[in-house]
């Protein structure tokens, strides 16, 4: 059973970067396509970035295109969502999920998710 974890998320300013981090501590997830997703209250789920197997080919979403980088050490187990330049529309609650297919991450059903994380930015 994968169990994904993710780093503290936190407040940060208009214009700055965060870094969030996903892991399992008992399973590898180098047989996984990975994603990050985030959700506002009142709206649905959102699928924001994602990443193969190999860490070659990455997609996401206009909205963070230039802005937030997605990425996996498969030395550490870990992927990581790199966020600069960040606006306030960016708060959200941001989730980790994975898959062993690359379809069900970029189209928002991914078998397993991360228990969630805040990020606030402020203006």
């Known amino acids: 059973q994968v169990q994904l974890a993710e780093s503290r998320g936190g407040l940060v300013l208009a214009g700055g970067s965060l870094r969030l981090s996903c892991a399992d501590s008992g399973r590898a997830l180098s047989g ?9 209250p009142g709206k649905e789920r959102e699928f924001v970035v ?3 197997w190999s860490g070659g080919i990455t997609y996401g ?3 963070v295109k ?4 997605i990425s996996r050490d498969s030395a550490k ?11 306030p529309e960016d708060t959200a ?13 970029v189209t928002g ?3 397993y998710w991360g ?5 606030t930015v402020s203006s």
């Open 61 to 63: 979403v206009d909205s």
């Open 93 to 105: 609650v941001y989730y980790c999920a994975a898959d062993v297919m690359w379809r069900p991450v």
């Open 32 to 40: 996984y396509v990975m994603g990050w997703f985030r959700q506002v």
């Open 109 to 111: 059903i991914p078998n």
């Open 66 to 69: 230039g802005r937030f980088t």
């Open 77 to 87: 187990n870990t992927v990581y969502l790199q966020m600069n330049s960040l606006k």
């Open 115 to 119: 228990q969630g994380t805040q990020v």
């Open 50 to 52: 994602a990443i193969d």
